[in-house]
């Protein structure tokens, strides 16, 4: 890479002095902070693992609280019975029919 980008097209040697620098203190950097590398690349992909679940639960969580309301505000039967409006708000979100 260094003939095709410094020899044939022309590129200056400083830009090349500074590629090898940089190369050089990456090398140093892993060498010496690897193992907090890993620890922010692991943390990184569980949060990024997760974060689809955390949203599916919170957006599941809306629907039965509005879902819940709804309820207690039509049926006056269940405003009694909050477990039972709870229970029916959970079977209409996970797409039953609320009776």
Same mark, same amino acid.
Request: with cysteine; net charge neutral.
């Given at each position: 890479? /260094? #003939? !095709?980008?410094?020899?044939?097209?022309?590129?200056?040697?400083? !830009?090349? /002095?500074k590629? @090898?620098?940089?190369?050089? *203190?990456?090398? /140093?950097?892993?060498?010496?902070?690897?193992? &907090? &590398? @890993?620890?922010v =690349?692991?943390?990184?992909?569980i =949060?990024?693992y997760?974060t689809?679940t955390?949203n $599916?639960?919170r957006?599941?969580?809306?629907c039965?609280?509005?879902?819940?309301k *709804? !309820?207690?505000? $039509?049926?006056?039967? @269940? $405003?009694?019975?909050k477990? *039972?409006?709870?229970?029916? =708000? /959970?079977?209409y979100?996970?797409?039953? #029919?609320? *009776?």
């Open positions: 890479w /260094v #003939e !095709l980008f410094f020899v044939q097209i022309g590129l200056p040697e400083n !830009l090349l /002095v590629i @090898l620098q940089l190369n050089k *203190d990456f090398k /140093v950097s892993i060498e010496k902070n690897g193992p &907090y &590398y @890993l620890l =690349a692991g943390m990184s992909i =949060a990024i997760i689809p955390i $599916n639960s957006i599941m969580n809306q039965i609280k509005v879902s819940q *709804d !309820l207690i505000k $039509n049926n006056p039967i @269940l $405003n009694k019975s477990r *039972d409006s709870f229970i029916k =708000a /959970v079977n979100c996970n797409g039953g #029919e609320i *009776d």
